[in-house]
């Protein structure tokens, strides 16, 4: 019944590793997207893909590499994590950009020591 | 470019009062969505409402109902009847037509206090 999933909810790493954050929606939309919150509530978009295509890289450094296989999923790939990139990660979806509400994953609160 | 401003960082109102929450937007585009969105305690984020640039009729819906303004850039979110439950973060968005990007004010906490 989930909509929009992510996996993992948690993620506790070290500074310099590497890791994954993955995300499915099942409703048949277009567009999916990366969103980070910082400590303070703000949401910033990070990525927008629409049918696997990257639409919008939102200076994101290029640690920050999301990857989507289908348009049923966008993975988020972070190399050598550091200490500011301790955030929640909410991936979203739409059926397609602009008119359509957005609808957010559970989020995945990463924590990087 | 967009921007979504709420000025009001944190409220708390005793249950059972009104609250309204303020949302002021800027955008160059001539049809634009205006969104609203809570977050409970929980950490998800639930969608409220959607409403375009050209429907200015304010929404009700249960407890909430929503004032938009073009004149003054305006989308006010009313809580009639507050309940411990409404205790949220809620954010204001703003997409223009066409556009992949969602822009959000900061959201204003609200605490209501039983």
């Known amino acids: 019944d989930t909509a929009v999933s992510q996996t993992p909810k948690y993620l506790v790493t070290q500074m310099g590793n590497d890791k994954s954050i993955k995300c499915e929606q099942n409703?048949?939309?277009?567009?999916m997207y990366w969103y980070k919150q910082d400590s303070k509530k703000f949401l910033k978009i990070m990525f927008s893909y629409n049918n696997k295509e990257l639409i919008i890289n939102e200076t994101v450094p290029n640690r920050f590499s999301p990857k989507s296989p289908d348009k049923a999923h966008l993975n988020l790939h972070i190399n050598s994590l550091e200490l500011g990139d301790s955030a929640v990660y909410f991936c979203a979806s739409s059926q397609r950009r602009g008119y359509n509400e957005q609808f957010f994953g559970p989020g995945t609160r990463l924590t990087v020591l | 470019a967009q921007k979504v401003t709420q000025a009001q960082t944190e409220i708390s109102v005793v249950e059972k009062e009104d609250v309204t929450l303020d949302c002021v937007y800027e955008t160059r585009d001539t049809t634009y969505y205006l969104f609203w969105y809570k977050q409970p305690p929980s950490g998800e984020l639930v969608f409220l409402i959607r409403r375009n640039s050209f429907d200015e009729q304010n929404e009700i819906s249960g407890r909430y109902s929503w004032n938009f303004q073009k004149s003054t850039s305006s989308f006010n979110f009313t809580i009639t009847a507050s309940q411990v439950v409404d205790s949220a973060v809620y954010f204001c968005a703003l997409s223009g037509a066409g556009s992949y990007q969602l822009t959000f004010g900061k959201g204003t906490k609200l605490s209501v206090i039983p």
């Open positions: 409703l048949g939309h277009d567009t």
